[in-house]
C-alpha cells in the first residue's frame, strides 16, 4: 500500500534563517506531488506542484522554492524565512492524471520567531 | 480562472439534525470533485468524492449531489454526531494535474 511520510512535524525557526521540508512516497511510482501552506484557521494554498523528476511548476510566487531530485522525494525550500511564511506545510500524492483523490502527509507546523 | 467557491464558512447544527455545505465551480471541464474533512491540528482526510457522470453518491450518513449544468455541489450529512465537527473542503479538477480547494466550512455539533 502507499504511504506519504513528511517531516519533520513541527519546527520553530528564527526569521531569515533557511528552511528544508521533506516528503517522501512509497509503494507507487510517478506520482504527481504538492505543497500546500494552511495559515492559521485558513484554506489550503498550493505553493507547487511536480508532474516528475524535476518538473515543478509554482502557483505563488514568494521566498519559498520547490525541487523533485526524486521520483518519490519532494522538497520545499527556503534562503530566508519570514514572519508570513509561518503556518501548517502538508505535502501531498496522487496518481497522475489527479482524477483521483490526494493523499496528505501529516504536515509540518512552522513558526518563524 | 480556477475558482471553486464554499458556503457557508461556518455552520452549526443540533446533533441529529442534517448539515449541508455547498459549493461552485468555474471550470464546465472539471470531471471530479472530491470532500475532505480536517480535524484541528490534523491533517484533510479525503471522506467521499463524485465524478462528473453521476450524479449522487451516498455512504452511509454522508452524501453528495452534482449539478453538471449548474455547476455546483453539494455535501449532505444526516443523523449528525459530534465526531462530525471538523472543518470541510471541497474540491474540483483544473486540468489533469490538480485539484483547486474551496475556502472551508467549519461545522460545529451541537449536542
Known amino acids: 500500500s502507499q504511504t506519504i511520510h513528511q517531516w519533520p512535524a513541527t519546527l520553530v525557526q528564527p526569521v531569515g534563517s533557511p528552511l528544508s521540508l521533506e516528503c517522501t512516497v512509497e509503494g507507487t511510482s510517478n506520482p504527481n506531488l504538492y505543497w500546500y501552506r494552511q495559515a492559521a484557521g485558513r484554506g489550503l494554498q498550493l505553493l507547487f506542484y511536480s508532474v516528475g523528476i524535476g518538473q515543478i511548476s509554482s502557483e505563488v510566487p514568494q521566498n519559498l522554492s520547490a525541487s523533485r531530485p526524486q521520483d518519490r522525494q519532494f522538497i520545499l525550500s527556503s534562503k530566508k524565512l519570514l514572519l508570513s511564511d509561518s503556518g501548517f506545510y502538508l505535502c501531498?500524492?496522487?496518481?497522475?492524471?489527479?482524477?483521483?483523490?490526494?493523499?496528505f502527509g501529516s504536515g509540518t507546523r512552522l513558526t518563524v520567531v | 480562472g480556477e475558482n471553486v467557491e464554499q458556503h457557508p464558512s461556518t455552520l452549526s447544527v443540533q446533533e441529529g439534525d442534517s448539515a449541508v455545505i455547498k459549493c461552485t465551480y468555474s471550470?464546465?471541464?472539471?470531471?471530479?470533485f472530491p470532500w475532505y474533512k480536517q480535524e484541528l491540528g490534523k491533517r484533510p482526510q479525503l471522506i467521499i468524492d463524485i465524478r462528473s457522470n453521476v450524479g449522487e453518491k451516498k455512504d452511509q450518513r454522508i452524501a453528495v449531489t452534482l449539478n453538471k449544468t449548474a455547476k455546483h455541489f453539494s455535501l449532505h450529512i444526516t443523523e449528525t454526531q459530534p465526531e462530525d465537527s471538523a472543518v470541510y473542503f471541497c474540491a474540483a479538477t483544473f486540468g489533469n494535474e490538480k485539484l483547486t480547494f474551496g475556502t472551508g466550512t467549519r461545522l460545529t455539533i451541537i449536542p
Open positions: 471550470d464546465s471541464a472539471s470531471n471530479y
Open positions: 501531498a500524492w496522487s496518481v497522475q492524471p489527479s482524477n483521483y483523490g490526494y493523499t
